[in-house]
């Protein structure tokens, strides 16, 4: 996206050293401005390309640059001219649609750029412009899952790994959002390769106690819970834990939320005293934050009576459910059909205490609601 690049490099610079990180090694000052006649009919180019940039004139500006691309060329094959301009290129191509042009744009930058960081003469002004390249990638993906908005993502992961690689400063949240990508596609695998990496890279970044480590664990357990490796998500979703209750002012919303993780990974693995303990626990902290009774805590009483039901906990188990429903009538109404589902979970544990009047009044109830009575 065109921005004035000074000021680019003045905030790119600030993030690294507020990281206490230096910056990369292979970026240098740019070359004083004894320009030869060659490189003053480049810039003259690159800046009227830049200005209709500005104005969202993409086709325009897209000529300009293409001039520009003839004269770096002749400056030099592996010039930071010819880097930036590759850049310029690709991000006016992807921004006016031309998706194929600016792939093989998108090629050039990253060969461009692997031997300009090699040589260890990349100039701070162009790796502005390629770090311009990466936001767009990242502007262009949105909040889409769809194969092009990954494409997206993992050509700005992977502008920055060339550049600076896990100390960059926007690497962790450019890895997030490809991680919110897989999880949105069920790509468990991917989801858990990507967080572990994320993890390394809060770390570096953060410490290992901060709570966006803590957040990575949580991510990494789902993943893992995905996958059926239910042991490896209770060693990750237990670490996060530990992070958010040495806090000195523990988040009762992400401790609940990852007691709740924690119960349904132990039930899976038939672990239904402890199960239960946690449950219980979920609930507590989740009302702790969101009020007694309240019916957004009510998928944790669910949780807690499903698990008192698999360990023969009729009573107990029928007492929460009973519980739940009465407080989705109370926040939806008796007339809504959104309480079905509560009415059916119910009637499943009825028929473990084998209530068949209460069975029966379900039954009536569910119908009164326009529902399918399941036999």
Known sequence: M??????????????????????????????????????????D???????????????????YYLQAQAVARRIGSESNQLLETEARLANVRLLGGKEQLAEEDYKNVIELLKKKKKDKTLHQETMIWVEDLADTYVLKAGKKADDRSLNYINHAVRIRDVISGDRHPRMSATLQHLCNIYQMRHDWGALDRTSQRLLKVDRLRYGRDHERVAQDLYCIASAKYRQGLHADAESYIRQALDIYL????????????????????????????LAEEEARSALSWMERELGKNSYNANHNRDLLASILLDEGKINEAVAEYETSLTIAESALGKSSRELIPYMERLKSA?????????IKEIDSRIRALGGKVKQ
């Open 246 to 273: 040495k806090k000195e002012r523990p988040q009762a919303l992400a401790i609940a939320l990852s007691k709740t993780q924690l119960a349904h990974i132990l039930r899976s693995q038939k672990q239904y005293k």
């Open 350 to 358: 009825y028929s473990r205490q084998k209530a068949r009047g209460k």
């Open 2 to 43: 065109p921005r004035d690049s000074r000021r680019k490099f003045e905030l790119l610079i600030a993030a690294w050293l507020a990281l206490g990180l230096a910056c990369p090694e292979a970026v240098h000052p740019s070359p004083p401005s004894s320009f030869t006649k060659l490189e003053h009919r480049w810039v």
């Open 45 to 63: 180019l690159k800046e009227n390309g830049s200005a209709q940039e500005a104005q969202r004139s993409w086709g325009t500006a897209e000529r």
